[in-house]
């Protein structure tokens, strides 16, 4: 169960006992439990990408090129994966779609890709936030809501959420080719794995509770065999956008208590005007230095934090979770389930904190490795 007088104290302590790094190098692959870490990029040239590679490739091991720009311009794309390779930087980049004929490079790019860069390339982050979307916006896409029309039950909408990601041309190319699929998103964890899924960030931001979003992503991903990471992202929607230092230092130990196989702090080139880095500042940096030191000076703090409990969600309850009048599948107002269900989210939470998974009933995957299985129709003692 997460401790916040451990964490506060650890923040605290690593404030007081590293002061100012300048550059701290270590090899990426020394130890087979250390995470990956590092930042987003959302910039539109690859000189400003390696601006950034500089900035962070002594205290990171992961780089994520999360641009539109780039992945429209083959020659920009291949200039920053060479670049963050060269520094010994893993990386995976975004589209937001995979294009067959606007931009028909996109084909060949993933045919070489494996070969190109070999286990440094890590997969595709493919689409933006599609559970996260579906509850806000009634469509897992700009295109898709029309089809969730057709949908009367919850049942329905989870077949055409599934089937819809499952089925469109970009992740057969990436399936076909046995190109890992990623993204992130801070609803229905659940449902983004069994559209195709192999690594869903969840996302820490604004006021949502994290014991609440690790327990969704993490027990979608032990159900399922798949992998799961955090993302830590938007506290504001004005300046200054993400959190302090030291608040952002507690997310990144809270997902390295939790075992979160990426820690990946978002970046955005909004603010302040003429920062070359983006949203990121100097105290933003130096959380990171503190936490990358901090991981290899206590690597059996990775994961000790084990689920022994999972919350068990009726069969196809996409629910959002984020409050108690939050939609269904964003086509469905609040029911009167869902407070019993937030209800007892907040029950779990304050009994369990990071110590409890949340899942779905259903029968293709079992509960083994859990102490302690409770219910959504069950009391909570």
Known sequence: ??????????????????????????????????PFFGVSFGGKTANEAK???DKVKGYTNFFLINSWDIATNETALDEVCDYAAKADLDFMFYFSWISRIVFAWHQTWLDTAKERWGD????????????????????????????????YSFGDAADIFVNG??????????????IQMFTSDYALYWFDYLAGYDTVFAELAWNHSRPIQIGLCRGAAYAQGKDWGAIITWTYDIPP??????EILEDMLTAYEAGAKY????????????????????????????????????????????????????????????????SIWGLWQADNLSSVIWNKTEALTAKHGLDFDIVYDDP?????????IYYWNSTIA
């Open 120 to 151: 440094q390339f890590l997969g595709v982050y493919l689409f933006d936030e599609p559970g996260g979307r579906q509850i806000d916006t009634g469509g897992w896409n700009g295109g898709m809501a029309p089809a969730f029309d057709e949908a």
């Open 1 to 34: 169960m997460v401790n916040k007088i451990f964490l506060f104290l650890a923040v605290m302590l690593l404030i007081a006992v590293f002061p100012p790094i300048t550059h701290i190098s270590y090899s990426t692959k020394e130890e087979s439990e250390t």
């Open 364 to 372: 293709r995957f079992n509960l083994n490795g859990y102490s302690k």
């Open 263 to 326: 820690i990946i702090i978002f970046n955005y080139p909004t603010y302040p005007e003429g920062n070359p880095f983006g949203i990121l500042t100097n105290e933003h940096f130096e959380a990171m230095q503190r936490f990358w030191t901090y991981m290899h000076q206590t690597p059996a703090d990775y994961g000790r934090t084990k689920a022994k409990a999972v919350f068990v969600l009726p069969d196809d309850y996409g629910f959002g979770m984020r409050r108690p009048e939050d």
């Open 51 to 53: 601006t950034l590679i």
């Open 165 to 178: 990601i499952s089925s469109i041309s970009s992740t057969q190319d990436l399936k076909k080719r046995d």
């Open 241 to 246: 956008y993400l959190a302090s230092g030291p």
